[in-house]
């Protein structure tokens, strides 16, 4: 049986690493595994494949896939996989959800403590070697957490630990996902909840329902606060440069974006009450050590024939 793990990540730091090939052939003997970082092309290495681990799947790389049973990604979101011809098919897809919760919460929690705290303002004057004092008092004074309400939009493992951090340091915190389960709002209700929070906090994944949904009208019912941790195309970058030049958010961060890397004609750049971040929330020297318990539970599990943990629901997307 043949597992290839296609691995072509630009940066470093999500390339397979060299010691989890090798803690796989040793735990996993039975497996033939191949590995490839993308010196060449998918669609000519994946025709005998039975397992890919890998963060993008082709059509083409599909369609010439013969023996493909289970497709895993390093990753959380695999929208670039779910192309007709998979949806339909028996493959499996298994993603990496909960391997970085830890990680991409506690970033969203720092960004919106940031935020909140005014220090983008503070690099800002740095930046101009100005020691502005009556800034702090005066143009934007730092809140408490008595005074925020705060929203948490997707109720996965990651939102749900935003959630529990801020609660523990002693905001007022309502969580809001698609269907209104978990004791959330459901997503209907978005344009009542924005105007009865002032810090909202985006977790949820990227669907027909979500894609561009934050605009310019929800940023000003919003009025506040607002950090993109999910995906980039759920809000419109556009609008939210828009938004805070003409002071109807009072600040963002944004951890994700609709093009990646962000182009550097991007009219982002230059707001200074915005906090940028290169799609990092989810690094943290835990990152492949976690990634290898899951890999190791569902190889397993898939020698086994029993149920994979993180089956992917290909109609929802996640």
């Not at 909960?98 to 800002?124: C, K, M, Q, T």
């Not at 702090?136 to 948490?152: H, Q, S, Y």
């Not at 195309?233 to 951890?255: F, H, N, P, Q, S």
């Not at 690094?283 to 539970?297: A, G």
Request: proline share 6%.
């Amino acid at each position: 049986m043949k597992l290839l793990i296609y691995s072509p990540e630009k940066y470093p730091f999500w390339r397979f690493p060299l010691w989890l090939v090798e803690e796989i052939r040793r735990e996993f003997p039975s497996l033939k595994v191949e590995v490839n970082f993308g010196d060449q092309p998918l669609e000519s290495l994946i025709a005998d494949a039975d397992v890919l681990i890998s963060g993008r799947l082709s059509r083409e790389a599909f369609q010439r896939a013969r023996r493909l049973k289970w497709v895993h990604s390093p990753f959380v979101g695999v929208g670039n996989m779910l192309f007709e011809e998979m949806a339909k098919s028996p493959v499996i897809i298994t993603n990496s959800r909960g391997v970085n919760a830890e990680a991409v919460s506690l970033h969203a929690v720092s960004l919106s403590l940031a935020l909140l705290r005014g220090l983008p303002w503070a690099f800002h004057l740095k930046t101009l070697r100005k020691y502005e004092h009556r800034f702090f008092t005066e143009k934007f004074i730092p809140l408490e957490a008595d005074e925020v309400k705060a929203g948490v939009f997707g109720y996965g493992e990651i939102g749900r630990r935003v959630f529990r951090k801020l609660k523990a340091l002693g905001f007022e915190v309502r969580c809001l996902n698609s269907s209104g389960t978990k004791g959330c709002f459901p997503f209907s209700s978005l344009d009542e909840s924005l105007e009865k929070i002032n810090l909202l906090i985006i977790a949820a994944p990227r669907t027909p329902q979500t894609e561009g949904c934050i605009d310019f009208k929800r940023m000003e019912k919003l009025g506040g606060f607002l950090v993109n941790v999910g995906r980039g195309k759920i809000v419109v970058e556009k609008d939210l440069a828009r938004a805070l030049r003409e002071g109807k958010l009072k600040g963002a961060a944004l951890d994700v974006f609709e093009k990646e890397p962000l182009p550097r004609e991007s009219p982002l750049w230059e707001i200074p009450n915005l906090i940028i971040t290169p799609h990092i929330a989810g690094t943290s020297s835990l990152f492949w050590k976690k990634q290898w318990e899951l890999l190791r539970e569902n190889l397993k599990r898939f020698l086994e024939g029993s149920p994979l943990i993180n089956q992917v629901d290909k109609r929802r997307g996640y």
